[in-house]
């Protein structure tokens, strides 16, 4: 495969993470709603994930933007 095609498949990837993020903040939310225990611990996995998320895309524009 060509770089560019590494490139579009990763994205694909980093797409599937980011509906996997959504999911993840809705769960927190609903969580939050109901007064769950757990609740602050998925609220906190969704901000670690959705930091990692915004570096990744970040990363993957630049990558983007280099060819």
Do not use: V
Not at 3 to 13: K, V
Not at 33 to 38: F, G, L, T
Not at 53 to 66: E, I, P, T, V, Y
């Amino acid at each position: 495969m060509s770089l560019r095609e590494e490139l579009d498949a990763l994205s694909t990837a980093a797409c599937d993470i980011s509906q996997g993020i959504n999911a993840l903040e809705a769960m927190a939310m609903g969580l939050s709603y109901a007064k769950d225990p757990y609740a602050q611990g998925f609220n906190a996995l969704y901000n670690y994930l959705f930091d990692a998320n915004q570096a990744l895309h970040k990363h993957l524009d630049s990558c983007w933007n280099a060819l």
